[in-house]
């Protein structure tokens, strides 16, 4: 059947672009609809801007993650040298650290085995040089190397380079509702407040937090994943660390908070806690502010206080629900596919703005039965990504 578009993909965020990059390499006929201005302004900017294999998720057994994530470094850092950058991170480990130098060691160890890059310990007499980190009973500080990024400019920089393979980007642009049959949808959308509307062989859903509403917005509804919602806060002080990152445990639960540098400031994230309301009122929690300013004060010499902050910002992780908490949840993508009710819908959930094209390409594999042969084939590891 001819239809408009073969695919048409609800969101830019590095999902939606990252799957419009892989799309229109393979030489489908991408439509992308993002409802503000730009891409990447939701959850794709307000991450930790790490682009990283998580050393922390060895703790919680994620090796596959971890290592697919430094692979995807590997690419990001020879593709976008001028977008993603290696930077020191420093873990400093006390003698009340609840994990030990030697658990941190072999985790540093297996890290570096999957990024073929090492790590060391800063000589004692260096400690003076960590941008005033507490030396009081400090038994070790480690070094080794992972990659920092503006995380809304790479977006635009995926969502870009789709463009160049042809992919269409409608911002201020958003999806109403879809109707679908066994072989087609047809698609409702608002741009800047015009009713507009398409067919399409395959929707990809990519609306980070919102996914689950634009499920219902479909017809026949496929089936929603049950998902928390999880809100990570982030504060930016005044002052600067010098040094590069550091990592550092939490004293009030023992989870891993970053101090890095940012834009000639220091920004400190992130929280974890349970969110029960829309995404579109999302705001920085006082008790996750406060919770970031005990961190940073816990490990540095200059104190802060609230007057420090010159800004805050949170976004919101989807995880699967489960008992437990969230700091130890797999942090895999799932791709959802509701066959019987659906069949032309693909939902994405979760991901790492790290593995964003590997996530991509596994959609491709898992569309390709519903969609016709690709016409080429650009390898989306050798695309370069410029600023
Ligand atoms: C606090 C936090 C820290 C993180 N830190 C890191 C990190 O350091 N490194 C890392 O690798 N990963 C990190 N992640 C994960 C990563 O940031 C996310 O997985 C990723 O950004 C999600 O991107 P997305 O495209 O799925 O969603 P989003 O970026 O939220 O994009 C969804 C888009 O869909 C659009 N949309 C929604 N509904 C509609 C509609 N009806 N019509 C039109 N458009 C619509 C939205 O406007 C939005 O632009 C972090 C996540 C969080 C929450």
Known sequence: MVTDYDL????????????????????????????????????????????????RY?????????????????????NAPALVKLVPFHIPVYKNTFRSALIIRIGLIIYSLFSRKSFSSVPKRKWKDLDGLNTKNLK?????YDA????????????SSAEKL????HTNTTFDKADCTNDVCTVDFTQNKTLKSITTKLIINTAGPWVNPVLKKIHPQPEALDIELVLGTHIIINGQLTRGIYYLEAPQDQRAVFAMPWKNKIMIGTTETLYND?????????????YLLDVYNTYFSQKKSISDIEESFSGLRILPKATGSAFSRPRDTIIHHDITKTPRVFTLYG?????????????????????????RDIDTRKIKLTD
């Open 58 to 78: 060895l703790e919680s057994g994620q090796f596959k993650l971890v290592r697919e994530c430094l692979e995807e470094r590997h690419y990001l850092l020879k």
């Open 148 to 159: 920092q990024t503006d995380d809304q400019k790479l977006t635009a920089a995926v969502m």
């Open 278 to 290: 829309t995404p579109e009122k999302v705001t920085s929690p006082e008790a996750d502010i406060n």
């Open 166 to 169: 042809g992919a269409v980007l």
């Open 8 to 55: 048409l993909i609800i969101g830019a965020g590095i999902h939606g672009a990252a799957c419009a990059q892989a799309a229109s390499a393979k030489g489908y006929k991408v439509l992308v609809l993002e409802q503000f201005e730009k891409p990447g302004l939701v959850t794709s900017s307000k991450s930790s801007k790490l682009i990283h294999g998580g050393l």
């Open 140 to 144: 070790t500080v480690f070094k080794y």
């Open 351 to 375: 991901g790492k703005l790290t593995a964003h094209r590997a996530t991509a390409e596994q959609l491709m594999k898992t569309i390709q039965p519903f969609i016709p042969a690709a016409t």
